[in-house]
C-alpha cells in the first residue's frame, strides 16, 4: 500500500483544518487519510459549518447557556467536531453506520454543550437552507447519556433533507 502523506495544518476553511475532521482515537492501518472526493467534499461541508459558526456567534454570541463555561468572553465560540471523515476501517472500530456519509467526507459530528445549544444550532441550520435554497441529506440530533452532538450530512447530489431526533 502507497503510503500517502496528510497536511494536517491544511485549511478547508478559513476556521476548520483537514486535522480537525479527520482526527480519530482509533488507529487503523489505513491512517484514516481521505481521498481527493471525499476532501472536496469536507470542503463543502465546511462551508455550512462556517457559516453556523458566524451566525451562531452573532445571534447568541453573549449568551450562557447553562452550567459550565460561559460564552461571555467577547471571543468568538468555535464549532467542536468530534467526528469528520472516516475510513471503512475506522468507522467499522466505532460502530458506524455501513454505508454512513462519513466513509465519503460527506458528514460531520458537531458536539453541543448540552440539549439548548443542540437544539440552536440545528435551527440555525434549518434557517440558513431554507433561506439560500441549500439542501442537506441529514440532520440528526442525537444524545447519548450527557454527550449530545448534531449530525449533518451534505452530499453533492441527491439530499433527502433527512431530519431526526435520536435521544436515548
Not at 37 to 65: D, F, H, P
Not at 98 to 120: F, Q, W, Y
Request: proline share 4%.
Amino acid at each position: 500500500m502507497k503510503e500517502v502523506e496528510l497536511n494536517k495544518q491544511a485549511k478547508l476553511s478559513p476556521h476548520f483544518t483537514l486535522g480537525e475532521l479527520t482526527k480519530t482515537s482509533y488507529h487503523t492501518s489505513d491512517g484514516n487519510i481521505p481521498s481527493h472526493v471525499a476532501i472536496e467534499n469536507l470542503k463543502r461541508l465546511c462551508g455550512w459549518l462556517e457559516m453556523l459558526r458566524e451566525r451562531y456567534n452573532r445571534k447568541y454570541g453573549n449568551l450562557s447557556l447553562g452550567p459550565g463555561p460561559s460564552d461571555r468572553s467577547g471571543e468568538e465560540i468555535p464549532v467542536l467536531i468530534s467526528s469528520g471523515y472516516r475510513s471503512e476501517q475506522v468507522n467499522m472500530k466505532c460502530g458506524g453506520a455501513k454505508g454512513s456519509n462519513h466513509l465519503t467526507g460527506c458528514a460531520v459530528d458537531i458536539r453541543c454543550l448540552g440539549p439548548e445549544k443542540m437544539i440552536r444550532y440545528a435551527c440555525l441550520l434549518l434557517d440558513t437552507a431554507d433561506e439560500n435554497g441549500w439542501v442537506f441529506d441529514e440532520l440528526i440530533q442525537e444524545k447519548r447519556g450527557t454527550t449530545y452532538w448534531i449530525h449533518f450530512a451534505v452530499r453533492p447530489k441527491d439530499n433527502r433533507r433527512k431530519i431526526l431526533f435520536d435521544c436515548r
